[in-house]
Structures are given as C-alpha cells and as structure tokens.
C-alpha cells in the first residue's frame, strides 16, 4: 500500500497504489486525515489507477473523507477508476455524493484548480 | 450434480489473511475458466464475508476462520464459516446500510456488494453459534463446454 499526494490550488490530488481492504484501510486513514489537517483543502482527488482491489473497507474510506471536506464546503471526486472498484462504488451508492471524472484534468477543473 | 474438485482453508482471524483468503479461492475458481469480471466478483465476494468473520464474528479476539470452496461444471460454490458470536436478525444485518459498527466507519454495503455480486447468498447464524455464509456464482463463460469439446477444434 502506498499513497502519494500532490497539491494544486485547493484540491489534493492522491494517488492510492495496492490494495484497500479492512487490513490496509486504517493505515490509509491515517495519512488522508494528516493531509486533511490542512485546513485550505477543499477538494480530494483519488487516482485509483494502481489501486488493484477494494471491498466496502474502501465505501467507509471513502465516506469519511468526503465528511470531513464537505464540512469545509468541498468535494471528493475519483479518477481512472478501474472495472472491480467501478462496480463497488457503484451498488454502493457512492456515486451519489462523490463523482467520477476520466483524468485527473478534467477533475481539477471542475473544481477551478487549474489556471486556464 | 457433480463436485469437480473442492477446497478447505482454515486460518486465524488475522486482517492480513483476508487478501490470501481472497486470491486463493479465486487461484482456485480459475479452474473453471471464468471471465475476468467473474473472478473479481468472486475475489470480492470472498472479502466481504471473510472481513466480516473477522470484525463482526471474532471482533477483537482470535478465531478460526474456515473457507470451502466447491467447483461444479458452470458453478462455484463457497463456504465462510466462523465460529465468533453470531448474528441475531440476519434480514436485518442483510439490509443495505446497516451496521453494527459506524464508530469504525463501515458502510453496512457488505451483504449488498455480496449479492450483488454472487448469484445466490445464503446466511446461517444464531446468537453465540458463529456464522456461515453461502455464495454462490453461475460461470456464465463457456468454460465447461470448451473443455467437454477439447481436441475437436
Ligand atoms: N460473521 C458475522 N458475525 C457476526 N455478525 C455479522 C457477521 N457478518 C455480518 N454481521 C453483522 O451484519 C452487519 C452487516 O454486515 P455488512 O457486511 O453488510 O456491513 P458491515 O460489515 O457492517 O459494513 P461494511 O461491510 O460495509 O464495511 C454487520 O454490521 C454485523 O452486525
Ligand atoms: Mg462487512
């Protein structure tokens, strides 16, 4: 499990490689909330293009994330979401309070990150 | 019907076994030539469940976690069995959003992800008597028809 991160403007953008279940989700909470310590980011990203596996483990992740910044008027969209996961997120319902986009670009700019 | 070949696993109620759990039934599913998608049901299925011997059945102690899986022509059948403290109203557990542990942020999607995901799901459980659940998946691939028809094309 590794997680990198990078900050343009108000959105974080993460990157989540291996897998996301109960045995790897605390140590990802973990470092999602230090980042969330910073209290100017709005937006969270996720590129799960690495990711390879994720259960509901991964919905309950998801969902607090998206708590915590919509608390501060923000949003949490996903990106480059690979078949397995799509189709969790998608009986799960998460659909309705996260979004999807196809590139991290087009994610960025839904929110205003990018300087046109 | 016929059981080709079948499998037992059993394994202390650790959080690492759960992706060994996972990747050995669907290394052995494979028998069966499923698709890709049916394989990452399976693989998720089996994760769902075994996650839930281990959180809700043993909660924080130790137990045996116990997976049979049987193969049949176009079928998988798969057996996670613990022996942890039970379930008291199954059709309420099964419902979507239900949990009986939000302080440790689960969604309560697990038994929705596992019927969605697998043909049929059958829960067996009573207060202090542990827990089985039953999944099982139709292969729609070819698979078994290929391998009845092998050497002849
Ligand atoms: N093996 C089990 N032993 C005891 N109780 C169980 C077992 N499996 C499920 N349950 C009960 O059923 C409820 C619903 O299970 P389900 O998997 O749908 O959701 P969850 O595990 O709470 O959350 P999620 O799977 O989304 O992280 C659990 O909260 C628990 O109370
Ligand atoms: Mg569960």
Redesign the interface.
């Known amino acids: 499990m590794q997680i990198s991160s990078c900050r343009i403007k108000q959105a974080l953008v993460v990157k989540i490689e291996g897998e996301l279940d109960h045995h790897t989700a605390d140590a990802v909470r973990e470092r999602l909330d230090s980042m969330l310590e910073d209290p100017s980011i709005k937006y969270m990203i996720f590129d799960l293009s690495q990711l390879k596996f994720m259960d509901s483990s991964g919905i309950g992740v998801f969902i607090g994330r998206y708590k915590v910044v919509s608390q501060r008027g923000g949003a949490v969209s996903v990106v480059y979401v690979t078949p397995q996961i799509n189709k969790v997120l998608e009986v799960s319902g998460l659909y309705r309070i996260i979004r999807k986009y196809d590139s991290i670009e087009e994610a960025l700019s839904a929110v205003g990150g990018c300087d046109e | 019907m016929e059981v080709i070949n079948e499998m037992r696993l059993e394994f202390p109620s650790k ?2 076994n ?2 060994f759990a ?1 990747v050995t039934v669907a290394a052995f599913a494979a028998q069966l030539d499923p698709t890709l ?1 049916e394989i ?2 399976i ?2 299925a089996v ?2 469940a075994v ?1 839930n011997a ?2 809700h059945g043993y909660e924080n102690t130790i137990g045996i976690v116990t997976v049979i899986a049987k193969l049949y022509e176009g079928k998988i059948e798969i057996e996670v069995i613990d022996e942890g403290k039970g379930i008291e109203d199954i059709e309420k557990a099964r419902q ?1 959003l239900y949990t009986s542990k939000p302080e ?4 309560g ?2 038994f ?2 596992m019927e ?2 697998m043909d049929e799901v059958e829960v067996i459980s009573a207060p202090g008597q542990g827990t089985r659940v039953k999944l099982v998946k139709y292969l729609k691939s070819a698979g078994g028809e290929l391998r009845r028809n092998d050497g002849q094309g």
């Open positions: 959080s690492q759960e992706s996972r998608e990452a049901d693989k998720t994760s769902e996650t281990i959180i979507p440790l942020e689960r969604s999607m697990g929705t992800v969605t995901f």
